[in-house]
């Protein structure tokens, strides 16, 4: 096993999309990490809708679980209550003092990292992994090699029964899965 860092990707992943799995194939091809535990959020923070837990951790598998040094984790429901990832990553490093952890973020979420809970002490105990996205520019942004697209635009194309048009977007398990579980039909 690669003796990269060990990245650490949370999100809603409601649902997972192109850009999930291309974070995951460019942590573990292009920075060594030695592997990536993805983490759906339990309960989201801000409040946001979301397709169960379940669901969502079944995609997840769908999507990523077949890349190799790929971990799909429930940590943050045996943590219970709302996700946050400050705790999420103490009880990781807690558990796993050998891990030397990364996180692994899209610029997207760099512009709202000032609404997380103790980010400054996120990035000491993971500094961040940032992956440039297509459309999101601030000052230090890495070049976008992530596209163009949102779970919330996925969502709104399902609801619109627009699936064929999502078929460059979102891997064909996850949307096979999405058409046999009826998820994402009205918003």
Wanted: overall charge neutral.
């Amino acid at each position: 096993m690669p003796e990269g860092p060990v990245c650490v990707y949370g999100g809603s992943f409601n649902p997972p999309h192109v850009a999930h799995v291309l974070t995951v194939a460019v942590a573990l091809g292009m920075h060594q990490a030695s592997r990536v535990v993805v983490i759906p959020t339990f309960q989201h923070p801000f409040a946001k809708s979301l397709a169960s837990f379940e669901d969502r951790l079944e995609m997840c598998r769908l999507a990523m679980a077949w890349m190799p040094r790929v971990e799909i984790s429930r940590v943050e429901e045996e943590l219970g209550g709302e996700s946050r990832t400050l705790r999420t990553l103490e009880h990781l490093a807690a558990k796993h003092p050998d891990w030397s952890m990364r996180l692994l973020m899209g610029a997207d979420l760099v512009v709202e990292s000032p609404k997380w809970h103790a980010f400054d002490k996120v990035k000491a105990l993971a500094p961040p992994l940032v992956l440039g996205r297509a459309g999101i520019d601030y000052p230090g942004c890495p070049p976008p090699i992530l596209p163009r697209v949102s779970s919330t635009e996925v969502r709104a194309k399902i609801a619109a029964g627009e699936l064929e048009d999502l078929a460059h977007y979102v891997p064909g398990p996850v949307l096979e899965y999405i058409r046999a579980r009826g998820l994402y039909t009205s918003s």
